[in-house]
């Protein structure tokens, strides 16, 4: 019912900045109560960094200060804005979307492919 695409990953240096987009198309009107951005490296569980409802945003401590979630009701799309990238910010970035808040947790309904974020020192 919703299909979610990002953009906007690549390999940058420490210090530098990123905006990554998600494209959202569909039954948005419900589907897209909450999205998120979440973050992936081999090995490793998806962990939350930032999600937006209608009324807040919620950060993971890791990223707070640094990015910032936005969402453009008219384009149907989410950002995600990194500034001050670290090393350990690289990993592979998602968005999600769903009814139902699910916060920081990996429980969304819908995902999208994922877009490579590398942070080098």
């Known amino acids: 019912l919703v299909q979610l695409v990002e953009s906007g990953g690549g390999s940058v240096q420490a210090g530098g900045s990123l905006r990554l987009s998600c494209a959202a198309s569909?039954?948005?009107?419900?589907?897209?109560?909450?999205m998120g951005w979440f973050r992936q490296v081999p090995g490793k569980e998806r962990e939350g960094v930032a999600a937006?409802?209608?009324?807040?945003?919620s950060y993971a401590d890791s990223v707070k200060g640094r990015f910032t979630i936005s969402k453009d009701i008219a384009k149907n799309t989410l950002y995600l804005q990194m500034n001050s990238l670290k090393p350990e910010d690289t990993a592979m970035y998602y968005c999600?979307?769903?009814?139902?808040?699910?916060?920081?947790?990996?429980?969304?309904?819908?995902w999208g492919q994922g877009t490579q974020v590398t942070v080098s020192s």
């Open positions: 999600a979307a769903d009814r139902v808040d699910s916060g920081l947790y990996a429980q969304s309904l819908y």
């Open positions: 569909g039954y948005l009107a419900v589907y897209t109560n909450y």
């Open positions: 937006i409802r209608p009324d807040s945003t």
